[in-house]
């Protein structure tokens, strides 16, 4: 078959070692929210490090339409004049978030919370990703869905509640865009609102709310926690430094420590532990990493890299921990395909309802890479040989971003070359991810 002119099919072949420094794209989780919270804040807010990937761009878009005067002042560098929590405008148009999940649910939150009518769509994928969890407690606070597709999906049309009710809602997954959508609502709601969550999952909203001045009490609760904000804060601009994306350094640290030889330094990778359990998972299977010039910067935890070639080993990896490392067990899979023994992925539920079934999409990954490999129930087990895996097939990535990353990483290091039948996606969080491998020594074709 023939590829569609708007694809663009890439492999990559195996290479030497990889050397050399490199500083990831920034976090797309804060820049989603530098955008949203600028948008929230009375007066200028100067964002560096910002992700220009398209995903973070159309928050922007949609920040502006809403009311925010934004303007990129250099790369990376952006100055968001907002309006305010209570005083966002009615957007003339559609809300058209592309690819973006996180920005489009964090979104239905600012205007669940404002009295206001916004349509919200974005391209084929983001439309078949559920969107009712995200629905169901904005209705609580008394925001009405008055028009979505079949199973609560986009395109969907949300009115905003005119006076948004406090209310004690306790999520029914661990999910930060849940959360977080309840918590930007509650913004604009009078008195306390109370999200409990039964595990932790991602935090960077409930720092940043703190970050721009909100009263915001965290506190354990059994394996999880229980956020409570008081609302009709007034939210002071403060600047914010973006530090590097955990996800997207996931691709060049797996890629050092499965190429023989490869000696690199990954620099300003935020070390949240919420976002580290890639990390905790390579050093349990035996990766090489050492964290050097440890800091603070914007409120979160920060660290250089140092990632050499390393003999890895299989680990089984709890349930417990999907919430910190959702987003990289594709790039996992692809280091347990490298590894000696076996490595079983507990409870990967919610990777079913990304920008593809992303289970699926790693098994077929897989087997098009000729590795061992079995799903048991929400369970992934992949059975590593301790040697490079064959490789050579193409993988189809089902417009997801990570899927394409990942198995270009594997071909990097895999016997034979590894193909994706597209690789357009991947600008949607890591608009340089070529150029910045290659510079360490990877090859494509």
């Not at 035996?286 to 299989?314: C, F, M, P, T, Y």
């Not at 050579?392 to 590894?418: K, Y």
């Not at 600008?427 to 360490?440: D, K, V, Y």
Request: charge should be neutral; charged fraction near 25%; aromatic fraction near 4%.
């Amino acid at each position: 078959m023939s590829a569609s002119p708007t694809t663009q099919p890439l492999a990559a072949e195996p290479n030497g070692p990889l050397r050399g420094r490199v500083r990831p794209p920034g976090d797309k989780s804060i820049s989603h929210r530098a955008f949203i919270f600028g948008l929230l804040s009375r007066g200028e807010t100067l964002i560096e490090g910002l992700l220009e990937g398209d995903d973070v761009l159309r928050t922007g878009a949609a920040c502006r339409a809403l009311g925010a005067a934004i303007e990129r002042t250099g790369p990376g560098r952006w100055r968001v004049n907002g309006l305010g929590v209570g005083s966002i405008l009615e957007p003339r148009d559609v809300l058209d978030f592309g690819n973006a999940g996180t920005g489009s649910r964090l979104m239905m939150g600012v205007v669940g919370g404002h009295g206001i009518v916004a349509a919200f769509d974005g391209d084929a994928s983001l439309r078949k990703r559920p969107m009712r969890r995200i629905l169901d407690p904005l209705t609580m606070v008394g925001a009405e869905v008055l028009e979505q597709a079949e199973g609560g999906r986009c395109p969907i049309t949300l009115r905003g509640a005119l006076d948004p009710a406090p209310i004690l809602y306790r999520t029914p997954v661990a999910s930060a865009q849940i959360k977080s959508a309840v918590l930007l609502a509650a913004l604009n709601a009078r008195g306390r609102t109370t999200v409990v969550e039964s595990a932790a999952s991602r935090d960077h909203t409930e720092k940043m709310l703190a970050h721009f001045g909100a009263e915001v009490e965290v506190e354990p609760e059994g394996e999880g926690r229980r956020v409570t904000l008081t609302g009709r804060p007034e939210l002071k601009p403060r600047p914010v430094i973006v530090p590097a994306d955990p996800s997207s350094a996931a691709f060049p640290i797996v890629a050092a420590l499965v190429t023989p030889g490869s000696d690199i330094v990954v620099e300003g990778v935020m070390m949240n532990p919420l976002r580290a359990g890639l990390i905790v998972t390579l050093v349990e299977m035996g990766a090489r990493i050492e964290r050097l010039s440890e800091r603070r910067e914007g409120g979160e935890d920060v660290a250089d890299l140092r990632v050499r070639a390393s003999a890895l080993k299989g680990v089984e990896v709890p349930a417990a921990r999907a919430p910190s490392m959702i987003d990289e067990y594709p790039i996992l899979a692809v280091a347990a395909a490298f590894a000696d023994g076996e490595t079983r992925m507990n409870g990967l539920h919610e990777l079913r309802v990304k920008e593809s079934d992303r289970l699926a999409a790693v098994a077929a990954g897989l087997a098009a890479a000729r590795v061992e490999h079995e799903i048991v129930g929400d369970d992934l087990i992949v059975g590593g040989g301790g040697r490079p895996p064959l490789g050579g097939g193409t993988v189809v990535t089902h417009l997801d971003h990570r899927i394409a990353m990942s198995f270009l990483v594997m071909g990097m290091a895999a016997q034979r070359p590894v193909a994706v039948d597209d690789a357009t996606m991947i600008a949607t969080s890591f608009p340089n991810f070529r150029p910045l491998m290659e510079s360490l020594g990877a090859r494509f074709v």
